[in-house]
């Protein structure tokens, strides 16, 4: 009798000490985990703190928004070089060009001497005279010899201007002409001073079509 007693004894008592063994161990780990994280967090902020952090160049420039054509950029767009790009100051401007006529670029072109070659070309195609009276008088055989190469038959229907030469004493500017069974160009030769007036015109190429 004694012995069950015992034994009985025995078994409750150990269960108890198991039930009290698993309840330490639930009980710790949450102070384990707090101070794993407690010692993570302090990793951080000491490194922090002992990290030297560079001078801000342009601090202005994370806080405000990057000017794009008169616009703001959105402040949730990154700013990177392909936003500078689209910065129309920082695009260069693109023109047409022929292989054997050069660029179209006329942005050097005034105005005025735009305005002249114009209607020139406009006399020439209509066959007027008074194409003659933009060339100065001690210069006009150039126009003549210019004409007498032109055959007669021939219809200017169209033209556009290459990009110019622009010196101290000359300028020189390209055109060439679309014609009704050819396509020629020329360079006009013209005074930089007074009045601009043409002294020189040649045919550089001449395709029939």
Do not use: H
Not at 36 to 58: C, G
């Amino acid at each position: 009798m004694n012995k069950k007693f015992f034994y009985k004894s025995f078994l409750i008592s150990s269960a108890l000490i198991s039930l009290v063994f698993l309840s330490c161990k639930n009980s710790s780990e949450p102070k384990i985990v707090y101070e794993e994280s407690e010692t993570i967090k302090s990793q951080v902020k000491n490194r922090e703190q002992n990290t030297s952090w560079s001078i801000d160049i342009d601090p202005e420039r994370l806080i405000k928004p990057v000017p794009r054509n008169g616009k703001n950029v959105s402040s949730d767009i990154p700013y990177t070089k392909e936003v500078l790009k689209i910065s129309a100051d920082l695009q260069s401007k693109v023109f047409p060009e022929f292989d054997d006529f050069g660029s179209l670029n006329t942005t050097e072109l005034s105005p005025s001497i735009k305005e002249k070659v114009q209607g020139f070309c406009e006399k020439l195609s209509n066959n007027s005279s008074d194409a003659s009276k933009y060339f100065g008088s001690k210069y006009l055989f150039s126009y003549v010899f210019f004409k007498n190469d032109l055959p007669q038959e021939i219809k200017i229907n169209d033209w556009i201007f290459g990009e110019p030469f622009l010196g101290k004493d000359i300028m020189q500017v390209p055109v060439r002409f679309f014609c009704n069974s050819a396509v020629f160009d020329v360079t006009i030769y013209m005074n930089s001073k007074g009045n601009n007036e043409f002294y020189q015109i040649t045919i550089d190429r001449w395709e029939t079509v």
